[in-house]
């Protein structure tokens, strides 16, 4: 048990539609990532939130657009994506302050079509 | 950021002591060491943190030379289901506000037979 947990666990959508991420976490923790794992590649760090304002965004494209209303949830929302854009999309939180210990969800396997 | 340089795969039986060793030779004096586990699918589980000389925990042992320009995991006795590619990561800064900036390298494929 994670305390992590994300939805949908498996997504395909075609390049033209809009959908949502949603990932919620239990643990009380300050910070939340998206990452980004293609296969057979190292997961990419997209965006971190902390304390719900975001402070760090790789150059992610802008057809990534993510939410964070609260300290629990996360959205990652979606619209006109590339079929390169096929992959694990991760969820993780992290209690904030110099702990390097992130607690992952099980992620949602996206298929772009 | 510190670069880390690990084994792309090792092999191991059951019952066996695994040493994964991990080179970051331009590791900064703030930075920690922390090692995570991935099986496929899944998101990565923190398995051991550490700054220098030794620390263990109930899944595994971490060894830090007084140069700390290395450090490896010692995963003792391990079965089957150890098997899945195991990260390590030289710690970057905390982020102003809290959270942290975490580079995950390719890691090391370990793959345990019976």
């Known amino acids: 048990e994670t305390g992590v947990t994300q939805t949908p666990r498996h997504l395909v959508m075609g390049m033209t539609n809009k959908k949502s991420l949603k990932c919620e976490q239990h643990?009380?923790?300050?910070?939340m990532y998206w990452y980004k794992q293609s296969a057979k590649k190292p997961l990419e760090l997209m965006f971190v939130y902390s304390l719900e304002e975001r402070v760090e965004n790789n150059s992610v494209p802008s057809r990534f657009s993510p939410e964070c209303p609260n300290s629990s949830h996360l959205f990652l929302h979606l619209h006109t994506l590339q079929p390169e854009d096929s992959a694990l999309y991760l969820c993780?939180?992290?209690?904030?302050?110099?702990?390097?210990?992130?607690?992952f969800g099980p992620g949602t396997r996206l298929t772009v079509t | 950021l510190a670069k880390t340089t690990q084994p792309i795969s090792m092999d191991s039986y059951e019952g066996q002591e695994v040493n994964i060793t991990c080179s970051h030779n331009?590791?900064?004096?703030?930075?920690?060491i922390t090692w995570y586990q991935q099986f496929p699918s899944q998101g990565p589980r923190f398995i051991i943190q550490?700054?220098?000389t030794k620390v263990t925990n109930e899944v595994a042992s971490l060894f830090i030379p007084a140069d700390r320009k290395s450090s490896t995991l010692s995963l003792p006795r391990v079965s089957l289901s150890d098997t899945a590619v195991y990260y390590c990561?030289?710690?970057?800064?905390?982020?102003?506000?809290?959270?942290?900036?975490?580079?995950f390298g390719t890691g090391t494929q370990l793959k345990v037979e019976l």
């Open positions: 643990l009380g923790h300050n910070a």
């Open positions: 993780a939180s992290s209690p904030g302050g110099n702990s390097y210990e992130q607690y």
């Open positions: 990561l030289v710690g970057d800064i905390g982020l102003t506000g809290g959270g942290n900036k975490l580079t």
């Open positions: 550490g700054y220098k």
């Open positions: 331009n590791i900064a004096t703030n930075d920690y």
